[in-house]
């Protein structure tokens, strides 16, 4: 056994890798990456996930995920990495890891904790991947493709180059991780969290809820947690005894659960989408703060980021993205584009939409005789405008192969001649809906209490997933409960 162990790190440092101890286990892997190179790594993903998702601005909840990350850190298997912990600005219920001490939550998912302790395990979990180097394993069993993504939908390759390609970085977001390594960050996330105290039990009720919460997430500009994260069966099983287990091995007699200091916490976080970033109602794209409009297509796919907001239909054969453009005049704008995507342009015509004046352009993407011959497909066709208003540059871009490029076409025209300056008061000041804490009226079930406070009926099921808890639960008067205001 020990001459195989010495063959494989032989022939791994033919490919540049390396053998090395695992911090967790102690034992020798196989790792395409040193340390140094694993942290710049992490250095080298975190501004583009910033970028690419925005960060949520709430200095309460970040003080307390530092702290809390910190804490952990200091009692994990590498203790000596740099952590930092983000809130990204998503809706999606995530969490997620960056190699080198990059961990990141959504709001989605601080939303649908209802205790510290939930959070503590979620943290340790994640702590854990980083620890484990689970994702630099992974990256010595297959290097991650360059593939273009909407949420969980993959493009077709003409088109995928148009939406903008994951780095090495953004894609460890979306790599699964086996079912080995799920059930060993939940052994370090029980670990981690009865170390610092919380009861690590609570973890194994936040795994039911993300059961319930399970839906298609094709739309979102992150997958969810569970397709991120496969569960690696009996989970909740294995996560309640190992917190039995741990609190002997500590003589944790009282673990924390913080419950009422956790909601208290989140009083007033955003939840759903923000219409300020821009929203999607009735076929109609709306963003309030850059004050315009256009029409999208019924039915395609739909991501917005901070970046751009892009629209696909369901067999990914095309693509529509509106961006800024950098330039500072439509022209140079126009030659730009062109430029950096090796376009030939067939067409080229001013216009004006909606009295703004603009650049309409149609043209192939440039493929070298090499690509041609290995992709033996028809080349790409683009149908651009780009529209000036209001001290910026609108690029609205339509993708398909040519031979798609008629049936897509229709679409791709549909919003860049519907692209116009939003007026509509009721549009413009479209307020977020918010988690508001209040405390329960009476005693009774939980559908009782959310009546009381006029919440609607068919947003209670929503609502109770929320709270961790079935609508026929029972509450007591006085204890709190989530429910959604402005």
């Not at 494989?8 to 102690?26: D, E, F, M, R, Y």
């Amino acid at each position: 056994m020990k001459n195989q162990l010495l063959l494989i790190c032989l022939s791994a440092s033919l490919l540049a890798s390396s053998c090395a101890v695992n911090p967790v286990t102690g034992k020798k892997q196989v790792v395409l990456m040193s340390e140094s190179q694993e942290i710049a790594m992490g250095a080298s993903a975190d501004p583009q996930i910033v970028a690419q998702y925005g960060l949520y601005e709430n200095k309460i909840l970040q003080d307390f995920i530092t702290q809390k990350g910190n804490e952990m850190a200091a009692i994990s298997h590498r203790p000596d990495l740099k952590y930092e912990f983000k809130i990204v600005d998503s809706e999606v219920l995530n969490a997620f890891a960056v190699p080198g001490g990059y961990v990141y939550f959504t709001r989605g998912i601080m939303a649908h904790f209802n205790n510290e302790a939930e959070f503590a395990g979620v943290l340790g979990h994640e702590i854990g991947h980083i620890t484990a180097r689970h994702s630099v394993s992974q990256q010595s069993k297959a290097i991650l493709g360059q593939v273009g993504l909407i949420g969980s939908m993959i493009l077709v390759p003409q088109v995928a180059e148009f939406a903008e390609p994951l780095s090495q970085g953004l894609g460890l977001l979306f790599l699964k991780f086996g079912r080995d390594a799920e059930r060993q960050s939940d052994e370090l996330g029980v670990e981690y969290s009865s170390k610092i105290g919380y009861d690590a039990k609570e973890m194994a009720g936040f795994f039911n809820t993300l059961e319930r919460q399970r839906t298609g997430t094709e739309s979102a500009e992150l997958p969810d947690f569970l397709s991120t994260h496969p569960n690696p069966g009996d989970r909740n099983v294995a996560v309640t005894r190992l917190s039995q287990e741990w609190k002997k091995k500590l003589s944790l007699t009282n673990p924390k659960v913080s419950r009422e200091s956790y909601l208290n916490k989140i009083e007033g976080l955003i939840y759903g989408e923000d219409p300020k970033q821009g929203y999607l109602e009735n076929s109609i794209f709306y963003h309030p703060e850059l004050k315009f409009q256009f029409q999208t297509p019924q039915g395609w796919n739909y991501q917005n980021t901070p970046q751009k907001v892009q629209f696909a239909p369901k067999d990914g054969k095309a693509l529509l993205m509106m961006t800024l453009a950098p330039g500072n005049s439509l022209q140079e704008a126009a030659s730009n584009l062109v430029q950096k995507n090796n376009l030939q342009v067939l067409e080229s015509n001013q216009t004006t939409v909606n009295g703004l004046n603009a650049v309409s352009m149609v043209a192939d993407v440039k493929a070298d005789q090499q690509q041609q011959q290995q992709q033996q497909q028809a080349s790409v066709r683009t149908l651009s405008y780009l529209i000036e208003y209001n001290k910026n540059i609108y690029l609205i871009l339509g993708v398909s192969s040519v031979n798609d490029f008629n049936n897509y076409s229709q679409y791709f025209l549909q919003s860049m001649k519907n692209f116009k300056e939003l007026k509509d008061a009721s549009k413009l000041n479209k307020q977020p809906e918010r988690i508001r804490i209040k405390p329960v009226k009476q005693s009774g079930t939980l559908k009782q209490a959310l009546s009381s406070y006029n919440m609607p009926e068919n947003k209670q099921e929503e609502i109770s997933l929320l709270n961790g808890m079935l609508l026929t639960d029972r509450v007591l008067a006085g204890s709190l409960i989530k429910i959604l205001g402005k």
